[in-house]
């Protein structure tokens, strides 16, 4: 399984942006499906996840900025940002999770699959 993430660029602040992640993968709709990022010198840090059942999850960082969703016949996990923050500014990584856990995907380490990373640069 291979993740094609795409979509960044270069915004102003309080601009919107979409990131696309494609899978190369039938069984998409079984992974859950997750967005990092990592700016320079910081720790890759978790953004949302959707859920495999549907369900959604933010940081607070972004909670009520970004929306996580998922096209299940295009194997394409989104996130729309909206009202970007220069602080908004990283490399987006998203990821998927093949094994099934209770709980616990704010956490990279229950990811199996990582895509490039796409670079999101918010200016002031």
């Known amino acids: 399984v291979q993740l094609q993430a795409s979509g960044g660029g270069l915004v102003q602040a309080g601009d919107s942006l979409r990131l696309s992640c494609s899978a190369s993968?039938?069984?998409?709709?079984?992974?859950?499906m997750g967005w990092f990022r990592q700016a320079p010198g910081k720790e890759r840090e978790f953004v949302a996840y959707s859920w495999s059942g549907g369900s959604t999850y933010y940081s607070d960082s972004v909670k009520g900025r970004f929306t996580i969703s998922r096209d299940n016949v295009k194997n394409t996990v989104y996130l729309q940002m909206k009202s970007l923050k220069p602080e908004d500014t990283a490399v987006y990584y998203c990821?998927?999770?093949?094994?099934?856990?209770?709980?616990?995907?704010?956490?990279?380490?229950?990811?199996?699959?990582w895509g490039q990373g796409t670079l999101v640069t918010v200016s002031s």
């Open positions: 990821a998927a999770a093949v094994r099934l856990y209770s709980g616990g995907y704010y956490l990279p380490s229950k990811y199996d699959i």
């Open positions: 993968t039938r069984t998409f709709s079984s992974f859950a």
